[in-house]
């Protein structure tokens, strides 16, 4: 009887997984129209920023392409007195348009500027608009002092705002100040966002509907793996110690699997993923025989093994071979170090120095090697609290690498380079305030569920 039960619920999801497919389908007929339909400069920034932070933006990845083109070539001129929501929609084509790999000069904001080049003070009680500037102003690339001052002005101003702002802007402001919205992993933020866009009035149905089916697909599909990924394998490798076995044929059956997930003219890039996997052990190495011989390297010399040994560029390598197809017109031939090196080496830089300062914080093992933080102190002979302030600084420098990589590159590389980009904000939430989510996972527990096992809020309407 309970396999009879057992199988009538599979297909009953089966049914239930067809039917909402179909329903995304008709759904994105209708969001599509609406993006063609999209002509002035204001409507198509806000219909493009609030698909993407719904996350169902690569259903349209062409159409938003052509329509921010369009806004970028077509750039109404605007007179020199601004006017209301000037801030916002300024900030928001300025994002937006970088995100997306295009060129914008921060000449823009000039015009929001006093006679002694500051920001003008008129504009310190524009919630809206300041938290566009804010969010905006975290795509600036090396040099660009200008938006250090945005960055500057807008959050001293939200700060002074917070404690008088309604929700759902309060939410939104408070988010921010934590993490800009640029370095916030998208799906978490959909998570959040669904609901402050219900609220409010100019909410369209039809993008609500399809996004809440859309996020069910994608979180079971999340479900799926993570349920495939923690079926821990009996079989034994005897030659490997007792504690390897299980990890080592585990290994095996991922690649295995990611194999099978590739197309019969793609399967060489195991080759690379392989290869990748072999690097970061010998990272790991060298790190444990550091360890075992107290040895203390210079920064520099650590950094070139620990920015390699935070596995972001291995994670990165995986993510663009076994994500990306060749019709987005990635080489992917190419280990990604060889086409976008300052980018991949940028997000391990992030990771690295973000786990050193929780590190530092959380206190060490004595087993523990030097971190960078350690072999700042050494180098320039200074404290904990200035080499992680220090530290801090450089992860900042490390994000500005970034936004200047996605701009410069071949716009070809762009649909792998955001999958980067994406995976560089994962730390940020690991490690946010100086927490080792990593080492002690339970700090991450609440954001798991909500992620995978809850169900998505509905907005209650309010008691009149």
Known sequence: MALMDFNYSCICFQRSEKWSREQVDHLKRQVHCKLLKATSMAYTVMLVDMLERLHIDDHFRDEITTALQHVLLHHEEQNSVVTVDQLHLESLRFRLLRQHGFWVSADVFDKFKDNTGCFKESLSTDARGLLSLYNAAHLAMPGETALDNAIAFSRRSLQSLQGKLRSPMAEQVSRAL??????????????????????????????????????????????????????????????????????????????????????????????????????????????????????MPSFAEHLDVSCMSSGYPTMALVAVLLCVR???????????????????????????????????????????????????????????????????????????????????????????????????????????????????????????????????????????
């Open 178 to 295: 934590d993490i800009p919205l640029p370095r916030t992993p998208k799906l978490l933020e959909t998570m959040r966002y669904i609901t402050e866009y219900e609220q409010e009035e100019a909410h369209d149905s039809v993008v609500l509907d399809l996004v809440r089916l859309d996020f069910e697909l994608i979180r079971s599909l999340y479900l799926k793996e993570l349920k495939t990924l923690s079926l821990w394998d009996k079989s034994a490798v005897c030659i490997l110690p007792e504690y390897l076995r299980l990890f080592y044929i585990k290994m095996l059956n991922n690649f295995d699997e990611m194999k099978d997930s590739l197309e019969p003219d793609e399967k060489y890039r195991m080759s690379y993923v392989k290869t990748s996997l072999k690097q970061l052990s010998e990272y790991f190495l060298r790190e444990a025989q550091w360890s075992s011989d107290k040895h």
């Open 326 to 464: 060749d019709g987005d017109g990635v080489a992917a031939s190419m280990e990604a170090s060889e086409w976008t090196p300052s980018l991949v080496r940028a997000g391990g830089e992030v990771t690295r120095f973000l786990n050193d300062v929780a590190s530092y914080k959380t206190g060490k093992s004595g087993k523990d090697g030097a971190s960078t933080i350690e072999c700042y102190m050494a180098e320039r002979g200074v404290g904990g609290e200035e080499a992680v302030a220090a530290v801090a600084a450089l992860v900042e420098s490390a994000w500005r690498t970034i936004n200047r990589a996605c701009v410069e590159m071949d716009p070809n590389l762009l649909p792998a380079a955001r999958l980067l980009v994406n995976l560089a904000t994962t730390p940020e939430v690991i490690y946010f305030g100086g927490r080792d989510g990593y080492t002690v996972g339970a700090d991450l527990k609440g954001l798991v569920t909500a992620l995978f096992l809850d169900p998505l809020p509905v907005n209650q309407p309010q008691q009149s």
